[in-house]
């Protein structure tokens, strides 16, 4: 025979409960000032990526050339099953570079796209004061047409990653010349 729980008791276990479930969720995203970017080294210089636009970073892995292929398409690589083209950030930009790409950045939506850079310099934040569009900058490349401003330094060039992978795209529907 039990007895009726107390109205303690009852409360005792809603704060057990509670105190339970506290751990099971996870910790609130910490609301850091300004937006993550990659340093990143292509061709000999720096740029930065937005973190946001990319869905991975790794040592670049073993690539397969492809016959006949641009010279800015490295060649494949497979990655988690999934074939992936992987680019020369240094040709894409029309940089000289006598550095092996060691990085691979992966972007894109569904259909991912590789992004071959030499250096992974690190990380950084940067306001939407230090970002800056690059209108009347003498950046070299459409696709480094913003910076970030960084005190004691030049314009660190940021690459337009989603503008990039769009044309890689387009190019790799078209119609293929010469075949």
Same mark, same amino acid.
Request: aromatic fraction near 2%.
């Given at each position: 025979?039990? @007895?009726?729980?107390?109205?303690?008791? +009852? !409360?005792?276990?809603?704060?057990?409960? &509670?105190?339970?479930?506290?751990?099971?969720?996870?910790? =609130?995203? !910490?609301?850091?000032?300004?937006?993550? @970017?990659?340093?990143?080294?292509?061709?000999?210089? =720096?740029? $930065?990526?937005?973190?946001?636009?990319?869905?991975?970073?790794? +040592?670049?892995?073993? +690539?397969?050339?492809? =016959? &006949? $292929?641009?010279?800015?398409?490295?060649?494949?690589?497979?990655?988690?099953?999934?074939?992936? %083209?992987?680019?020369?950030?240094?040709?894409?930009?029309? @940089?000289?570079?006598?550095?092996?790409?060691?990085?691979?950045?992966? %972007?894109? *939506?569904? !259909?991912?796209?590789? @992004?071959?850079? %030499?250096?992974?310099?690190?990380?950084?934040?940067?306001?939407?004061?230090?970002? !800056?569009? *690059?209108?009347? #900058?003498?950046?070299?490349?459409?696709?480094? #047409?913003?910076?970030?401003? +960084?005190?004691? $330094?030049?314009?660190?060039?940021?690459?337009?990653?989603?503008?990039?992978?769009?044309?890689?795209?387009?190019? $790799?529907? *078209?119609?293929?010349?010469?075949?």
């Amino acid at each position: 025979m039990s @007895l009726p729980r107390s109205r303690t008791a +009852l !409360r005792l276990d809603e704060l057990r409960d &509670g105190f339970d479930a506290s751990f099971s969720r996870p910790p =609130p995203p !910490r609301q850091e000032p300004g937006e993550a @970017l990659l340093r990143l080294r292509v061709g000999g210089a =720096p740029l $930065a990526v937005r973190l946001g636009h990319l869905s991975g970073l790794h +040592l670049m892995p073993k +690539l397969v050339r492809l =016959p &006949g $292929a641009p010279a800015s398409l490295l060649g494949v690589a497979g990655l988690r099953g999934q074939l992936i %083209a992987v680019h020369d950030l240094t040709a894409l930009l029309g @940089l000289q570079s006598g550095e092996p790409p060691r990085w691979l950045l992966l %972007a894109g *939506g569904s !259909r991912r796209v590789g @992004l071959a850079a %030499a250096g992974f310099e690190g990380q950084m934040r940067a306001t939407p004061e230090q970002l !800056r569009s *690059g209108e009347g #900058s003498s950046s070299a490349h459409p696709l480094l #047409s913003s910076n970030v401003l +960084l005190p004691d $330094a030049p314009p660190l060039p940021v690459l337009d990653v989603d503008s990039l992978v769009r044309r890689l795209l387009e190019d $790799a529907s *078209g119609p293929q010349q010469g075949r």
